[in-house]
Nanobody
Framework: VQLVESGGGLVQAGDSLRLSCAASGRTFSRYAMSWFRQAPGKEREFVAKISWSGASTYYTDSVKGRFTISRVNAKNTAYLQMNSLKPEDTAVYYC??????????WGQGTQVTVSS
């Protein structure tokens, strides 16, 4: 599966953004989908994950209550709604397709910059 992220940009603290991750192929619904991010000089970190059906979601503590992960299998697309953005959310955001706990594919990333 090939993944393409979009929706990043430059916003002010407190604003919202919605990232999209469009997948190619017919097998999108087989994969759990995750979002990761990597800030300058830091390691890539997990942000959120959604099961193949959308029934289960998981978040890192720093984004709980502010970010929402979702998916529409009929559109082969996963989303990350980000509200109340903070400068520390600034990073390149990547989506990943996960099959049985193993990342099978990464997107190219989309830059999110939050100014204070």
């Amino acid at each position: 599966v090939q993944l393409v992220e979009s929706g990043g940009g430059l916003v002010q603290a407190g604003d919202s953004l919605r990232l999209s991750c469009a997948a190619s192929g017919r097998t999108f619904s087989r994969y759990a989908m995750s979002w990761f991010r990597q800030a300058p000089g830091k390691e890539r970190e997990f942000v959120a994950k959604i099961s193949w059906s959308g029934a289960s979601t998981y978040y890192t503590d720093s984004v709980k209550g502010r970010f929402t992960i979702s998916r529409v299998n009929a559109k082969n697309t996963a989303y990350l709604q980000m509200n109340s953005l903070k400068p520390e959310d600034t990073a390149v955001y990547y989506c990943a397709a996960d099959l049985n706990g193993v990342v099978a594919s990464w997107g190219q990333g989309t830059q999110v910059t939050v100014s204070s």
